[in-house]
């Protein structure tokens, strides 16, 4: 297996907060790790070093405006910006300027943040892989489709960076490369200005080396003057009662990301208050297919104008499959499906009368060889249909010496308690400090 080789990864967070360097130190670092690193990585479909600098200075020449100024973030490149071309990882809008960024760029830039540059995504945020590669191991996915957000985080050439999630594309990548994940609450965080693939489902998410930048995010992201959705209030990590899903679709784990999860909930006995296994109904083996039929029907709607008839040559036989499955679904079929997705809510809600938070594998087991695709979302699927805040942990490593995940789910809108949460066990056994990528591609 191919490893990276490259310097100690940087953290720009950490000098900004201790006041050793301004923004401009933080995005002068960023901009020498990915000149180091980035040929190997291809984190980046766009970058501008001097706009970048331009922001930073800016920054660096007024008040703190919140706990992200100055800070350098990613943005996966289907979040609109007006300053930064967006692609949508597709060559058939490669340059394309929008007018406005996306609100919550929008919402990034109020609260002082950076916007260092554009990170890559699969096909329209689909199926074809890009060329990013793993900083764990350079022939294996980071996942998809936020792509590039992970792999940029991971490999410390952005202290944050923001992606989207429709089927697991935040919590997968993250667990594939060893960084904290938030997948917020659907509709939490403003979706105006992203490329909508299938807004039943469409929700930005967030990368980070720990998991208390999440919550600063939350808070930048979630607000905007208006009044916010009254938050789930969970209890301190003593009294938590945690549930840990045993699926039917169990089966698609690896040995040893199996093991990982037993061992998680071993562990969790003796710190919180309760924990239990929560059976997943084995009817709700059909969530996986449910999921995808939806997904392909919307987004054979959404996506039907971004795709340009003259330049049909342009699109991957891949997305042409899915979109033709999406447009010839026959209507009781898709009845089906979104009773399926109406079945998986109410199991949900029904799990969170006697548990507060629910516990699965954030991905099946350690990143695939780069050819095979960007990874099986199956244990993603679930807080995804529920529209339930999902934090990713890094949390252990498979037999090849590749990150493995631990994925919690909480009630709707219980974002801040269940980073919280993340928090105090990320720093109760050390997990910030395990995933760094330095010499050799190992810790």
């Known amino acids: 297996m191919s490893t990276v080789t490259g310097t100690e990864a940087v953290s720009p967070i ?76 597709s060559d058939l809008w490669s340059g394309w300027q929008p007018a406005q960024d996306a609100e919550v760029v929008r919402r990034l830039r109020r609260g002082g943040a950076v916007i260092l540059g554009k990170t890559t995504t699969t096909e329209f945020a689909t199926y074809r892989s890009t060329a990013t590669r793993n900083p764990h191991g350079l022939d294996r996915t980071p996942g998809g489709s936020s792509s590039g957000s992970a792999a940029a985080v991971a490999d410390g050439q952005v202290p944050l960076a923001l992606g989207t999630q429709t089927a697991g594309s935040v919590l997968r990548p993250g667990s594939f490369c060893g960084v904290f994940t938030l997948k917020p609450t659907y509709g939490r965080w403003p979706f105006d200005g992203v490329l909508p693939v299938a807004l039943t489902f469409d929700t930005v998410g967030a990368f980070a080396r720990h998991p208390a930048w999440l919550g600063a995010i939350d808070e930048s992201l979630s607000t905007d003057g208006a009044t916010t959705p009254p938050a789930a209030v969970l209890p301190a990590l003593r009294n938590l009662r945690v549930g840990i899903l045993r699926p039917p679709w169990a089966d698609r784990a690896t040995p040893a990301a199996a093991a990982l999860l037993d061992e998680f909930a071993e562990n969790l006995r003796g710190v919180v208050a309760d924990v239990r296994d929560v059976p997943v109904p084995d009817e709700l083996d059909v969530l996986d297919r449910a999921h995808t039929l939806v997904m392909a029907v919307e987004a054979s709607a959404s996506l039907t104008d971004r795709i340009a008839r003259p330049h049909v040559e342009r699109v991957s036989e891949q997305l042409h499959r899915f979109l033709h499955d999406g447009r010839t679904a026959a209507p009781s079929e898709v009845q089906r ?36 695709g960007t990874g099986d979302p199956v244990f993603n699927k679930l807080a995804s249909i529920a529209g339930c805040p999902a934090v990713g942990l890094p949390a252990g490593r498979g037999v090849e010496g590749l990150p493995l995940g631990i994925q919690l789910i909480a009630p709707h809108h219980a974002d801040q308690g269940l980073v919280r949460i993340a928090t105090c066990l990320t720093d109760r056994v050390g997990l910030a400090h395990r995933f760094e990528v330095h010499e050799g591609g190992r810790p």
Do not use: M
Not at 49 to 58: D, F, H, I, K, V
Not at 343 to 369: C, K, M, N
């Open 14 to 89: 950490a000098d900004i907060l201790a006041d050793e360097h301004p923004s401009v130190s933080a995005v002068e670092r960023c901009l020498d790790r990915i000149t180091q690193r980035d040929h190997e990585i291809g984190a980046w479909a766009h970058l501008d070093p001097a706009l970048a600098l331009e922001q930073a200075r800016a920054r660096d020449a007024e008040p703190r405006r919140s706990p992200l100024h100055g800070i350098p973030f990613g943005l996966k490149d289907i979040i609109e910006t007006g300053d930064q071309p967006t692609g949508y990882g």
């Open 337 to 372: 499906a979104r009773q399926v997705l109406r079945d998986v809510r109410t199991f949900v809600g029904h799990a969170f009368v006697e548990i507060d938070v629910l516990v699965t594998l954030a991905a099946p087991g350690e990143a695939p060889p780069i050819e095979s």
